[in-house]
């Protein structure tokens, strides 16, 4: 059967019960079901059902309550749930196809709800010559935005369901829906979908001064340490205190590597509050960070024992929650709001430095130099080289990402497209080393503050000696990777973008 | 995939309106349900108000032309479809006997449907021959209601044997007292003796009753009609028995 289109609008002259007599003259139907529902849109924060073309309905009304994930763009039912209440995580869902494909696409995002309608709906049935149901439909008629009505075909009367279509169209004068009701509801809220994003997206000149380029880079950060700052108070997810340290550690990294626009005591300044901000939160980003490894570890271990750890994540769970209420606390501190005020206001103000510099110039610069610099460091380190050094080296990719990241807009898309994606691979390699030699050490350190606890009892530590073992092994082959790792970013093309892209124009402004 | 399939030599035994009641209750559960009309009179299909057509008839069936998945129906209830029946269905052992190792040829052509369906009912014709054949090598369970009297007793004793000989190790046959009539004297008597005698004997009867003779006018299960009653509780406790021995 070739693809029919499923739901409808109804015009603007005809309302759901005038529709419904107006049918029952065409084909033999019957009312089935009229009754009062609310439907709440739900998403995560930064928008994963939306971007993957789907959305996602909590139905209500008297006698059931389902959860349903559409296709934005058809309105197509692809999966649906019976449950009493919207789930905030997807893992709380009893398993279904519905649980599966939501498990995939939000991962550790809460759902959170976007909006509430009311609506009256309707259900009617399509019938044969034998009274036999060959189709059915739903209106959905809202209290604000109109009416609407889909096609519920029913299996071997794909016939039944075209001609369906032809009646509604030809002869109802019905309009095939093009745009998902979540759009126009978001409209009149003056909401659009995708207002956030995890991903820097900025869009700068080439030609502007840098100290302008950098300010609104510094704003956007600011912003978003601003927008995820509620739910990182409210612990909704791990994601909300994850972009809002992102967005902290790439305002220090710009204020150390744009030393040279603002002033001194400017720098010094907000470096120093910026790194406490990292610091005041990283136990709970840590701790974050073991919660959502659990599945992972448990899975490296031996059947028999993963249920073990479980002791651990009670650890770990309760750890989370002394760490959480006391970041609470300092992230409405007086030290916290006020100079991140004093920041937003510094920000505001007309730049005054006196530069000639423009920002890709400066961008230029800044990103040959760290280059250079990974380059000088990655070739020195052999298998016997101390781990710091690949600490280190570690560090100084992430200042190049950041600044490629920055800088994005001003060079051509397809080329730091390359360029970021071979860094990255290399900072997998040298996060992964760093990565497994905390996890280690840190479930030492479990180990010895959960020997107190009475609760806890061998076969606990007997499973977290062999995760620890476990991680060692990963930890050395992600070292015995990072030689073919480094060789892979360092290929004579990938140095040619290198150079065509920041190297030339530093040299004609020496 | 588990199939059941409602079977005894007899006519009139009652295997249409198990296989139709049961596979509603199936689905009421949230069983993804499927009922395969087998019986050229397309008893089960006309309960369902569905039209015994299939297309190419049993030759096309049989050959695998089409998916048996393109022929399928949904039924005006949730979680429940149903294969029709086509008249050419007389001629299913004919069919069958032309081709290579006839007796597989229903279990190959519904492994496909695995993934789909918890539970396939086959509604049977009555009698013995190359179909019934093949439906006890496709199915898991094999129904069988009998009417408490002397012969009915002897066509199970048959079934069995039949079972034995031929091996069917991976079929477990159940059997249950059906259009079981209180009023009459041998009835009773016949359920009394023997329920205890007979492992693959349910204690379960399904009594002689209007309310399931109404079906054929009402032209759907049981329950889709009426909620209350002793005829209800016995297909529940029937199928909650079949349930329990799988
Ligand atoms: N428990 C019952 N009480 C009263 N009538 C019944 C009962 N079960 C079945 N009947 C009626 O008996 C007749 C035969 O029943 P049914 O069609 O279920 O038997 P069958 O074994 O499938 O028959 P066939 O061998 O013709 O396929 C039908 O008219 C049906 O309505
Ligand atoms: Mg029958």
Redesign the pocket.
């Known amino acids: 059967m070739t693809k029919i289109a499923l739901s409808f609008e109804l015009p603007a002259n005809l309302n759901a019960e005038k529709f419904i007599a107006k049918l029952a003259k065409k084909t033999p139907c019957e009312l089935v079901q009229q009754h009062y529902a609310q439907k709440s849109f739900y998403d995560s924060f930064d928008w994963r059902l939306y971007d993957a073309n789907l959305t996602c309905e909590f139905n209500q009304s008297k006698d059931a309550t389902l959860l349903v994930l559409k296709r934005t763009s058809t309105a197509d039912i692809i999966a649906s749930t019976v449950i009493d209440k919207a789930p905030i995580f997807a893992k709380d869902l009893p398993i279904s196809p519905l649980s599966d494909k939501l498990l995939n696409l939000l991962e550790m995002r809460a759902l959170l709800p976007l909006t509430t309608l009311e609506l009256q709906i309707y259900k009617l049935n399509i019938f044969n010559e034998d009274q036999k149901t060959i189709a059915r439909l739903l209106i959905e008629d809202y209290t604000n935005f109109g009416c609407r009505l889909a096609i519920q075909p029913i299996k071997g009367y794909d016939k039944a369901a075209t001609n369906l279509h032809q009646l509604l169209v030809k002869h109802l004068s019905l309009i095939v829906i093009r745009k998902p009701i979540l759009l126009a509801v978001l409209k009149s809220q003056g909401r659009k979908p995708k207002d956030y994003s995890s991903k820097l997206n900025l869009q700068l000149k080439p030609t502007m001064p840098a100290n302008k380029g950098i300010r609104i880079i510094y704003k956007t950060l600011l912003n978003t340490i601003k927008i995820n700052e509620q739910g990182t108070i409210d612990a909704i997810d791990s994601e909300f205190l994850h972009d809002f340290r992102v967005s902290i550690r790439r305002t220090r990294s710009g204020l150390s590597q744009f030393k040279a626009i603002f002033s001194n005591n400017i720098n010094t300044h907000y470096s120093q509050y910026f790194a406490w901000l990292g610091s005041i939160t990283s136990l709970s980003r840590d701790l974050d960070v073991y919660l959502l490894n659990i599945d992972d570890y448990k899975a490296s271990l031996p059947k028999s024992m993963r249920e073990d750890l479980n002791p651990l994540i009670i650890f770990l769970q309760t750890k989370k929650i002394i760490a959480q209420k006391k970041l609470a606390k300092k992230l409405t501190s007086k030290k916290y709001l006020q100079t991140l005020g004093q920041w937003e206001d510094y920000l505001k103000q007309p730049p005054t430095e006196n530069t000639s510099l423009t920002l890709k110039q400066l961008a230029d610069t800044r990103i040959w130099t760290v280059y250079q610099r990974i380059l000088k460091e990655g070739s020195v380190i052999t298998q016997q080289t101390p781990a710091q050094a690949l600490h280190d080296l570690r560090k100084t990719c992430k200042k190049l990402r950041y600044l490629m990241e920055f800088f994005q807009s001003l060079y051509p898309t397809s080329k730091i497209k390359i360029l970021i994606k071979s860094l990255k691979n290399l900072q997998a390699v040298l996060g992964d080393f760093q990565d497994y030699e905390v996890q280690e050490n840190a479930l030492r350190k479990f180990s010895e503050e959960m020997m107190h606890l009475q609760s806890v009892s061998t076969p606990t530590f007997l499973a977290m000696g062999v995760l620890v073992q476990k991680l060692d092994e990963k930890r050395c082959q992600a070292r015995h990777h990072f030689a073919k790792c480094f060789i892979e970013f360092k290929t004579p093309s990938n140095q040619a973008i290198f150079k065509s892209l920041f190297a030339m124009q530093t040299r004609e402004t020496k | 995939m588990k199939v059941i399939a409602t079977y ?1 030599i007899k ?7 198990t296989t139709v009641n049961l596979a509603y209750l199936a689905a009421k559960n949230g069983y993804q349900t499927l009922v395969w009309d087998l ?1 050229p ?1 397309g ?1 089960s299909s006309y309960y369902f108000r569905v039209k015994p057509k299939v297309k190419g008839g049993s030759k096309a069936l049989i050959a695998g032309k089409r998916e048996l998945d393109g022929l399928i129906k949904g039924t005006d209830f949730d979680y429940l479809d149903l294969l029709p029946a086509d008249f050419s269905f007389r001629n299913l052992d004919l069919v069958l006997d032309a081709r290579k190792k006839p007796t597989q040829r229903l279990q190959k052509l519904l492994k496909p449907l695995a993934d789909e369906y918890d539970y396939v009912f086959l509604d049977c ?2 009698n013995i021959s190359l179909l019934s054949e093949a439906v006890f090598e496709a199915a898991d369970i094999l129904l069988s209601p009998i009417i408490p009297t002397t012969l009915s007793l002897r066509t199970l004793e048959q079934l069995k044997r039949f079972i034995k000989e031929n091996k069917l190790k991976n079929l477990e046959l159940i059997s249950f007292f ?2 079981a009539d209180q009023r009459k004297k041998m009835h009773k008597e016949i359920i009394a003796s023997l329920g205890k005698q007979h492992a693959d004997l349910l204690d379960i009867v ?4 209007s309310d ?2 109404k ?2 006018i009402k032209r759907m299960p049981l329950g889709a009609y009426t909620q209350k009653g002793r005829s209800v509780e016995a297909y529940q406790a029937l199928w909650q028995a079949i349930l329990q021995r799988i």
Request: proline share 13%.
């Open positions: 005894n006519g009139g035994v009652g295997k249409t309106s019986d009179q008893a014709p009555p059906s259009m399904i009594p002689y009753a399931i003779e079906m054929g």
